[in-house]
């Protein structure tokens, strides 16, 4: 009976622990400015909203100071929209409470399919689309978004997370990623030199 009643508390904590959702978009501000923000959304029986802005509901954040970030200067940008789907790949491992919280707390660039920093591809690419999904290994999360690290200087240094769907309705994880290049095949067997 005790084993049943700790085993149905874990199942329990499990099923709530990610009962969130983020969702990033862009607006035209007030000064006619485009603004990226990244709101996450909470349900009411997750600490996780109260914690990190102290709204039990949601939490609006900005985007933080990016240098570099508009325009093709920044090579971790160019990975992002260009090869991520080829250089990274999900983990398992997803962030417990706390390490959510910090994430998106400060210290982050939240990125999507559709992001003002996106100088490589069209803005409505389905391959840029496929490309973030690819990173959560299910078409069921509709707009994947990857989090960028940044060091001292305010510039993306790392590509860290991507944020997925899980299962049910406001229920989201953010995976860790990591460094894992594939190798693309050539269609060419052999190279032929012309003589001229």
């Not at 009643?5 to 007030?30: E, M, R």
């Amino acid at each position: 009976m005790k084993f049943t009643v700790v085993l149905l508390a874990i199942l329990l904590n499990t099923v709530l622990a990610n009962a969130w959702q983020a969702h990033s978009q862009v607006v035209l501000g007030p000064n006619g400015q485009f603004q990226d923000s990244v709101t996450l959304y909470c349900r009411p029986d997750e600490l996780l909203c109260l914690r990190t802005c102290g709204n039990s509901e949601a939490c609006i954040k900005e985007q933080e100071l990016c240098y570099n970030c508009l325009g093709t200067a920044n090579p971790i940008l160019k990975v992002v929209f260009t090869e991520i789907d080829r250089l990274f790949r999900v983990t398992p491992r997803a962030l417990g409470f706390s390490e959510t919280s910090n994430v998106f707390r400060a210290d982050h660039i939240f990125v999507t399919a559709k992001s003002i920093y996106n100088f490589y591809t069209p803005v409505d690419s389905e391959a840029i689309l496929m490309r973030f999904k690819y990173l959560c290994n299910t078409n069921d999360t509709p707009e994947p978004i990857v989090v960028l690290g940044k060091n001292a200087y305010n510039e993306p240094n790392q590509i860290k997370y991507v944020i997925c769907n899980g299962t049910g309705p406001m229920n989201q994880d953010m995976h860790v990623l990591e460094y894992n290049p594939q190798v693309i095949k050539s269609s060419i067997d052999k190279l032929s030199i012309s003589n001229p």
